[in-house]
């Protein structure tokens, strides 16, 4: 998204651009300017901050790349890869070298959107109002836990709720970079483990200073609902999910697929917003730009059809199923195919956690722990199918509601996680295969001998 004017404080040495031979990076090194210069009134800080929402919505973040690559990863049986990039093409065959643009890129713009995030919060006695203070430090720690709880998904070993998960995770960053020289400290990886801690404070910590600010407010106990869940912590995500779902307001969308047209998404807790004007690209990024094929109302071709959709999943859906019938389509663009519809126009909002999803959360959780918070795990369940237009299920197993979650939010990024927290393989790969992990991308090892390398990429 392009509304924001560029942000150009001195970033730390993760986040300075990548060239790519697609276009899809540029080569523009930050300039070297000290935020304490930059951050002098209320205005410049409210300003920085919108720059650090602007960054994790780009499409080497949740405008492409946070929802695409885990599907990618997770293709085998789900999606098939026919375009022409060959870093997305490495990724849905497990076949990644360190070089890997989009491996970089995210990594680069995740540490980006972290710095502006810390600077953001290094400049807060600028602002005189308490309650404006409390809300603008609560949104930058939403911005800093989310991304490293991104970062260590992707570039990480899964975490193990029955391990000590002391396994290389990512490098914890806590302040900000005011300029390149101050940049090129020697961080090393914390633990897995420290990564996850530090994540739940950061979004603990939101929670508690984002209370006037009711739509952030929920969308950090979202995300923290999630870390949990990716954590097994299963009676504190329960806790999260039941209140979003009683006291947040949200409701499901009567249509199918209301999340993902912009102004119909009572639904979406957390979403990017998009607008002709602003979003994450309509020829080498967006998701609509590489899940869409049709033609649309003038004639015109929408989308390059790079991401279709393997039969045999699309089949797994009831005939009837609403998911199916109306959310999967036979492509009539440049490509034939099936399709998802959710990515269907380049303009609409980008849901990145539904309501639909929370209630799916407390199901199983009050599955796994045998109790009925709020609801029973079985009417949650044939909530979400009632609105798919299917029958309810009768009883209920753990299979069920997993089969339900890999319907109801397909193509959202979120199957790879889901397969790595159950210990379930992806196709021939086990779920903690080295292939199944992003490499640290070699610029940053080959200029710092603390920043190790994942296995299979030395």
């Not at 540490?111 to 430090?137: P, R, T, W």
């Not at 914890?172 to 801690?197: C, P, T």
């Not at 979004?203 to 609902?225: F, G, H, V």
């Not at 279709?308 to 009831?318: E, G, M, P, R, T």
């Amino acid at each position: 998204m392009n509304t924001i004017k560029k942000i150009t404080y001195g970033l730390l040495f993760f986040s300075l651009a990548l060239a790519s031979c697609a276009d899809k990076l540029n080569i523009n090194p930050e300039n070297d300017i000290s935020a304490d210069q930059a951050l002098e009134t209320a205005h410049d800080v409210n300003n920085a901050l919108v720059g650090a929402y602007t960054i994790i919505a780009r499409g080497s973040l949740y405008g492409t790349n946070l929802i695409m690559i885990p599907d990618l990863l997770a293709s085998s049986g789900y999606v098939n890869w026919t375009g022409s990039f060959t870093t997305y093409r490495d990724i849905a065959q497990q076949d990644i070298i360190a070089t890997n643009e989009d491996a970089t890129r995210t990594w680069m713009d995740a540490y980006q959107a972290i710095n502006a995030a810390n600077v953001v919060m290094g400049a807060l006695n600028v602002l005189s109002n308490e309650d404006e203070k409390k809300i603008v430090e609560g949104k930058a720690l939403f911005i800093r836990g989310l991304m490293h709880f991104e970062l260590v998904r992707l570039y990480a070993l899964p975490y193990d709720a029955a391990g000590n998960n002391s396994q290389l995770g990512v490098p914890i960053m806590l302040e900000g970079n005011k300029n390149y020289d101050e940049a090129k400290s020697k961080v090393a990886r914390n633990s897995v483990a420290e990564v996850y801690q530090r994540v739940e404070t950061d979004l603990k910590d939101a929670i508690n200073r984002l209370q006037q600010s009711p739509e952030d407010y929920y969308a950090a106990k979202a995300m923290l609902c999630r870390v949990y869940l990716q954590e097994g912590k299963f009676e504190q995500a329960r806790t999260e999910a039941h209140d979003i779902i009683s006291n947040g307001g949200y409701s499901l969308s009567s249509s199918i697929a209301g999340p993902f047209r912009t102004g119909g998404a009572k639904e979406n807790v957390f979403e990017i917003k998009q607008t002709e004007q602003s979003n994450a690209g309509t020829v080498n990024d967006g998701l609509a730009t590489f899940y869409s094929s049709f033609l649309s109302s003038t004639g015109g071709l929408v989308g390059r059809a790079d991401l279709n959709i393997v039969k045999s999943f699309a089949d797994s859906y009831l005939p009837n199923d609403k998911r199916r019938t109306e959310l999967i389509y036979d492509g009539t663009g440049i490509k034939a195919g099936l399709f998802s519809k959710k990515w269907l126009n380049y303009f609409d909002n980008l849901p990145v956690i539904r309501l639909a999803e929370l209630h799916l959360i407390r199901a199983e959780c009050n599955l796994r722990l045998n109790s009925s918070v709020g609801e029973t795990a079985l009417k949650d369940v044939n909530l979400i199918r009632r609105r798919a237009g299917i029958p309810d299920l009768q009883q209920l197993s753990l299979q069920d509601i997993l089969s339900e979650r890999e319907k109801e939010l397909a193509f959202e990024g979120v199957r790879l996680h889901d397969l790595k927290r159950t210990k379930r393989n992806m196709g021939s790969l086990p779920y903690n295969a080295d292939k199944l992990v992003f490499p640290i991308p070699y610029r940053e090892v080959s200029v710092n001998a603390n920043l190790k390398q994942n296995p299979g990429y030395q």
